[in-house]
């Protein structure tokens, strides 16, 4: 089961630096979102399309999104990037949004597969939006820790 610790650095470079810390974010004592099987690469473009009404294919597409900042061969973990135009929707989206959003992501083929339901989704989804206020009142930016 994939471990996927979402959290927020100040900057690439910084989030990249964590590889080098065993057990990830939570051990740098960074501000951190634990979870497991959430993909930030093809689970959380979903959610950036149901979030901010483009396509899949546009949230893929964007910069940042579900890029992989650290070297391809090296073995897991991986240190993951995820768009600012996700992390700005998580930010400001409300409470009613949110648990909207939730009801369709946990509908999507791949939170299905792992068997999320729409109330687990929407205690993520809250999580997330949490750690992007968070990261967006510091000036930093969302990044997944991804051990397989």
Not at 42 to 55: P, Y
Not at 115 to 141: F, H, N, P, Y
Not at 143 to 148: E, P, R, T, V
């Given at each position: 089961?994939?471990?996927?610790?979402?959290?927020?650095?100040?900057?690439?470079?910084?989030?990249?630096?964590?590889?080098?810390?065993?057990?990830?974010?939570?051990?740098?004592?960074?501000?951190?979102?634990?979870?497991?099987?959430?993909?930030?690469?093809?689970?959380?473009?979903?959610?950036?399309?149901?979030?901010?009404?483009?396509?899949?294919?546009?949230?893929?597409?964007?910069?940042?999104?579900?890029?992989?900042?650290?070297?391809?061969?090296?073995?897991?973990?991986?240190?993951?990037?995820?768009?600012?135009?996700?992390?700005?929707?998580?930010?400001?989206?409300?409470?009613?949004?949110?648990?909207?959003?939730?009801?369709l992501?946990?509908m999507?083929?791949?939170?299905?597969?792992?068997?999320?339901?729409?109330?687990?989704?929407?205690?993520?989804?809250?999580?997330?939006?949490?750690?992007?206020?968070?990261?967006?009142?510091?000036?930093?930016?969302l990044?997944?820790?991804?051990?397989?």
């Open positions: 089961m994939p471990l996927c610790d979402y959290f927020s650095a100040t900057d690439d470079q910084a989030a990249v630096e964590i590889l080098q810390t065993p057990g990830g974010p939570g051990q740098a004592e960074l501000d951190v979102v634990f979870l497991k099987n959430i993909d930030p690469v093809v689970a959380t473009a979903q959610l950036e399309a149901i979030m901010t009404g483009c396509s899949l294919e546009e949230a893929n597409d964007r910069p940042r999104s579900g890029q992989l900042l650290s070297e391809p061969e090296d073995s897991p973990p991986f240190v993951v990037s995820l768009s600012d135009p996700l992390s700005d929707a998580l930010a400001t989206a409300s409470p009613a949004d949110l648990g909207r959003f939730a009801e992501w946990s999507t083929h791949e939170l299905r597969q792992i068997g999320i339901r729409v109330e687990a989704t929407a205690e993520v989804l809250e999580a997330l939006a949490g750690l992007a206020q968070r990261a967006r009142a510091s000036d930093q930016r990044y997944c820790w991804w051990a397989l």
